[in-house]
């Protein structure tokens, strides 16, 4: 089993920044993918960020050169720096990981909460 818990969550004004953290515990497989998502009120959760244990990213196009996702191996987190942060980055914030072994797992944590309100 994996677990994983999630922190940084926070009311913030438009503008301004935040980082979350994820980090993983349990029977983790040293090849993986973290990602963060996230979900709005009456909208899809949709993929923000991913990050391979090799180092390789992807974001969403709404929050390329804003935003920075991160990893320290070591530790199994994963890490989510927020800049020019806009009200439409609300949203309920969750981090995964994926790997595979001779099946595919994914785990999800419970989500944290970024508010972007003046």
């Known amino acids: 089993q994996v677990r994983l818990v999630e922190s940084g969550g926070d009311l913030v004004q438009p503008g301004g920044s935040l980082r979350l953290s994820c980090a993983a515990s349990g029977s983790i497989f040293s090849r993986n993918t973290m990602g963060w998502y996230r979900q709005a009120p009456g909208k899809q959760r949709g993929l923000v960020a991913a990050?391979?244990?090799?180092?390789?990213?992807n974001y969403a196009d709404s929050v390329k050169g804003r935003f920075t996702i991160s990893r320290d191996n070591a530790k199994n987190t994963v890490y989510l720096q927020m800049n020019s942060l806009k009200p439409e980055d609300t949203a309920v914030y969750s981090c995964n990981i994926n790997f595979v072994t001779h099946l595919s797992y994914t785990y999800w944590g419970q989500g944290t909460q970024v508010t972007v309100s003046s």
């Open positions: 990050i391979t244990s090799g180092g390789s990213t």
